[in-house]
C-alpha cells in the first residue's frame, strides 16, 4: 500500500533535482535578463546582446578546460597565467621576432598545451597531494616567464587576420562566441560519446572504483590539464586579437570567472557532475551581470563585490545540489 506514495515522492523530488540542477542556470539567466531588460531600455537591444556574447567568449573557453577539471574533482589556477604566456611567446615570436604569424600562434598554443601536461605531470608522476598544488604553482611560474620574456612590456601591432579573432564578426555576430559554439558542440561529442570523455566523469565520481574498473586515472589527468592549458592558450588568442597587444599581465583572475562559470553552469567541487552546455550559461551569466552593471553606472569596484558575492552564490548552490543528491542521503 505504501508503493504509490513513494514513487509520487520520487517523482517529486526528481522534478526538484532537475530544476536545481539542470534548469537552475537557464531559469537564472532568464530572470536576470528581464530585470535589466526593465532597468536599463539599453540592456535587450541587438547591438548589445552582441557585445554580451563577445564579452562571454574568452571567459567560456577558459571554462571549457576549466570544467574538465572539477569534473575529475580537480581544479586549474593557472589557466589565467598559462593564457599570458601563451600570448606573450606569440607576441615575441611574431612581432619581435618576425615569425610566420600562423606559426607563432602554434607555437604559443603549444605552449599553453606544454603548461598544462606539467601540470598534470606533477600531478600524476610527482604525486603531488592536490591539483591546487602543481596549479598553483604553475601559475606563478608562468606569470613570471611572462613578464620575464617580455620585460614586463606589451607587445602590440599583430596582422588583421589575427585581429578578426577577437573583434571580427560574420554579419552581427562575434567570430569570438561563434568560436566558442564550436567548441561547445565539440566538447559535449567529446565528453558523451568518446571514452576519455565517460573515463572522465568516471574518474571524478569515484577515482577508486575507476581505478579498480581499470581505467587509468594518470592518464585521464593528464590529458585534462593538457586540454585545460590549451583552452587557456585559445582564450589567448580571442583576448589578443580584441585589444590586438599581448601583455603579461593578461588574464589575472581569470580562474574565478571560470570556476564560477562551470559552478553556475552546474558543476560540482566534488566532481563527476557538470555539462559544457552549463558551463556556457555560466559564462554567459557572468557577462550579462558585467554588462547590465556597466549600463546602469555601476563603479567597477562595485562590481567586484557583487562578482565575488556571485561566485560565493555559486558555491553554496553546489553545497545544496550535494545536499539533495541521492548519495548524500545513504
Not at 563577445?54 to 575529475?72: D, E, H
Not at 601536461?117 to 602543481?134: C, D
Amino acid at each position: 500500500m505504501q508503493a504509490k506514495p513513494l514513487e509520487q515522492e520520487a517523482r517529486r523530488v526528481d522534478w526538484k533535482d532537475l530544476m536545481l540542477n539542470r534548469m537552475g542556470a537557464l531559469l537564472g539567466l532568464i530572470i536576470i535578463m528581464i530585470g535589466l531588460s526593465l532597468a536599463s531600455p539599453r540592456f535587450f537591444t541587438v547591438g548589445n546582446l552582441m557585445n554580451v556574447a563577445q564579452q562571454s567568449a574568452i571567459n567560456a573557453l577558459v571554462a571549457s578546460g576549466m570544467l574538465l577539471a572539477i569534473l575529475t574533482a580537480g581544479i586549474d589556477l593557472s589557466v589565467g597565467s598559462i593564457l599570458a604566456l601563451s600570448i606573450c611567446v606569440s607576441g615575441i615570436l611574431i612581432v619581435k621576432w618576425g615569425l610566420n604569424s600562423l606559426l607563432g600562434l602554434l607555437l604559443g598554443l603549444g605552449v599553453a598545451a606544454g603548461a598544462g601536461t606539467i601540470n598534470g605531470l606533477l600531478l600524476t608522476k610527482l604525486r603531488l597531494p592536490h591539483p591546487f598544488i602543481s596549479t598553483l604553482g604553475m601559475q606563478n611560474v608562468a606569470r613570471g616567464l611572462a613578464l620575464i620574456i617580455t620585460q614586463a612590456s606589451p607587445i602590440s601591432g599583430f596582422p588583421r587576420w589575427i585581429q578578426f579573432f577577437g573583434a571580427g564578426y560574420v554579419g552581427r555576430i562575434p567570430f569570438s562566441f561563434i568560436m566558442v559554439v564550436v567548441t561547445v558542440v565539440t566538447f559535449h561529442i567529446f565528453l558523451t560519446r568518446t571514452t576519455l570523455g565517460r573515463h572522465i566523469y568516471a574518474v571524478g565520481g569515484n577515482i577508486e572504483a575507476a581505478r579498480l574498473s581499470g581505467i587509468d586515472v594518470d592518464r585521464v589527468r593528464l590529458w585534462v590539464y593538457t586540454i585545460s592549458g590549451f583552452m587557456a592558450g585559445l582564450a589567448g588568442l580571442t583576448l589578443m586579437g580584441r585589444v590586438n597587444a599581448a601583455y603579461p599581465l593578461a588574464g589575472l583572475m581569470y580562474e574565478t570567472d571560470a570556476i564560477a562559470a562551470v559552478i553556475i553552469g552546474g558543476g560540482s567541487f566534488m566532481g563527476g557532475v557538470g555539462t559544457i552546455w552549463g558551463t556556457l550559461l555560466g559564462a554567459i551569466i557572468i557577462a550579462v551581470i558585467r554588462n547590465g552593471l556597466n549600463l546602469l553606472g555601476v563603479s567597477p569596484d562595485t562590481q567586484t563585490i557583487i562578482i565575488g558575492l556571485v561566485i560565493i552564490g555559486s558555491v553554496y548552490i553546489d553545497v545544496l545540489r550535494r545536499r539533495r543528491s541521492p548519495a548524500s542521503k545513504r
